[in-house]
């Protein structure tokens, strides 16, 4: 039994095909009938037609009929007025000297389809049926099959016509399109057109990055036969590369098709994502059972995300097929997806994207002063345009193999900071006056350990000629510093001195899925996990984007501010209000000057006559114990140009004999050269 019948059998109330009317007005009679109808007792319905709408249909026919209709418009609820014409009949005593002619009722008869409301008013003829004493005994129905809906009077099959709404787009905060609707070429080839079939598919498989056995497959099909269209492989109209291959093969031909259209390409596609056909495991997921499996939807990133918001909603149009000639019942129309409207500054993505040349590594650049992001880059990456209109076996395991792994989001997940996150121990400390910047500390020689710590030393790579101040240990990155400095502080005022930054805090949310920093695995306990925090190691974790928003107190006068993603929320959100003195802010920023400009500043390879760069760099130590020597290290570098318009977060992996940090300091200052006007 169908939900729809379900329904409306729910509360039945009528008349049963043996019962006698015991009320034999025309009016009591229809509200019987109008009662069976609308409580789906379409049995009960039957038992008041007359003979000849009986002879045309059977009680079974009659019942299919009405429950396959509402069903094709699904129907959910049926609501009937009706009146009926002035008559001498409206009460019982009247009845034997009545007026013995039929009467013309008119029903209003209200659904509520997948449509919408569909309203019809339909006349329906009520016969007496008179005894040999010339008495109204009952009263019946001239039935016929416009009392269901008119449109299938004289027969016919319902129709649902889908109208796709069109999706919503996304776009930056420049409304430069990042996912866009637009025409793309499918190409294909007419099989008697070949030249020379093995040759030209050859060339095919090189142009359209196909293997050989996929073209032959998609030529071998049942249906193929000259003069027939066979596609190939959408690609987008604007590939003028890829269109000259191919028009050097005589059995190529194209067709402009609607399509999604990515035009940023690999530098956005972890960001936005891409669409897909349906899967049957989406299928099986869809909780709201609105899915069809020829339906297109996110599959990956915002497009994903935001996938209820893009869409729409489908309109549909109501219609009665009869023998070709389609009449309409009810439609409404399609409702479009919103566009998405991002902070995103394409210019800065695609550039710190092409800064990143191909390695492994992600990176989040923001306005230090309202939050927003301004990109967010995972490298390397793919063509979404690939999962979007068919992917090869052979483009798929190039993808899967890459042992760079760039269909992996490294954006969206965290990673142990290093040395970038000793500005956050600085502040940390600050805030709970646990020391001053000008606060020394003396330290000898390149390891220190406490006796809590077994056998484990910290290590710092330089030494210091006198007592080490703020100053001095974040220019020359002294761990032992900071190691010590997290000890003074304790555990307790570390952790929510963390929380002043965000982390463990539902509020500190975004608009895309991005995996929270994380202080510990449990709880941040023992001496030697605290040292190791105060530097950057440890158990910590943070995305590239939450360490970019952990320096903004240092541009704010000690405000940190809440990064957003799209245009529409508040700029400038203060999550930490004086989380740091405006003084304490200044010294912090000088620290972070001379990193890069004096002597001995561990980024003075992002030292650069055509813009003046900040930041600090950390090398974070993949260890697999505390007393690994093997590990692998991930660079990182945190800077803003002097006019602080954009912070850049940035971690390069493996950058093991390559210059450490430094070498990824460099790839953010060539990132910030290419966004020079």
Known sequence: MTLVSLLLLIGLVACSNDEEPTDLSPSSVLASYSEAQENGDYAA??????????????????????????????????????????????????????????????????????????????????????????????????????????????GGEIEVITTEPQRGEILDRHQEALAMNGELLQIGVDIGNFTDRTTEIEALSVALDLSVETIEAKLDQSWVEEGLFIPLKAIPAHDEATREALRKIPAVLSQTIAGRIYPYGEAAAHLVGYVGTVTAEDLENDASDTLEETDIIGKRGLEQRYEDTLRGEPGFRLVVNREGTKTGITEVAPKNGEDLTLTIDIDTQMKIFESMQGEAGHAAAIDPKTGETLALVSSPAFDPHLFTYGISNRDYSRLVDDPLNPLFNRFSSTYAPGSSFKPLTAMIGLHAGTFTPEDGLTIEGLTYQEPSFGNYEVRRVSESDGPV?????????????????????????????????????????????????????????GDVLLADSGY???????????????????????????????????KGQIYTESLITSSDADKLKQALYDTVHSENGTATV?????????????????KSS?????????????GFNQEETHLISMMIEGVNGRGGSSYTAERVKAAFLALQP
């Not at 007025?81 to 009247?94: H, K, M, R």
């Not at 220019?475 to 190691?483: E, P």
């Not at 992002?606 to 993949?622: H, N, R, W």
């Not at 505390?626 to 945190?638: H, P, S, Y």
């Open 45 to 154: 319905m039957y038992a008041f037609l007359n003979s000849k709408s009986k002879a045309s249909i059977d009680q079974e026919a009659f019942v299919a009929l009405y429950q396959e209709t509402y069903e094709a418009l699904g129907t959910t609820a049926v609501t009937i007025d009706y009146t009926l014409p002035d008559t001498n009949t409206d009460t019982e005593a009247d009845e034997a000297t009545a007026d013995k002619a039929p009467v013309t009722a008119t029903l209003s008869v209200s659904q509520d389809t997948r449509a919408g409301p569909y309203q019809f008013e339909q006349t329906l003829e009520m016969i007496p049926i008179i005894n040999d004493e010339n008495i109204i005994t009952d009263w019946v129905l001239n039935w016929h099959q416009g009392h269901v809906i008119p449109p299938i009077r004289e």
């Open 469 to 525: 101040d703020l100053h001095d240990a974040l220019v020359r990155s002294d761990n032992i510093y900071f190691a010590r400095r997290a000890l003074e502080i304790g555990a307790d005022a570390f952790v929510e001195g963390l929380a002043l930054f965000g982390f463990n805090q539902e509020d500190f949310d975004f608009a895309y899925p991005i995996q929270r920093a994380q202080i510990a695995n449990e709880t941040l306990s």
């Open 536 to 570: 950057g190691q440890g158990q910590l974790l943070m995305s590239s984007l939450h360490l970019a928003s952990s320096y903004t107190p240092i541009i704010n006068q000690g405000n940190l501010i809440k990064p957003i993603l799209f245009t529409e929320e508040e």
């Open 606 to 622: 992002a030292q650069s006559d055509a813009v003046t760069i900040l930041g600090k760099t950390g090398t974070a130590e993949l």
């Open 626 to 638: 505390a007393t690994d020597t093997n590990q692998a290290e991930n660079g990182w570098f945190v």
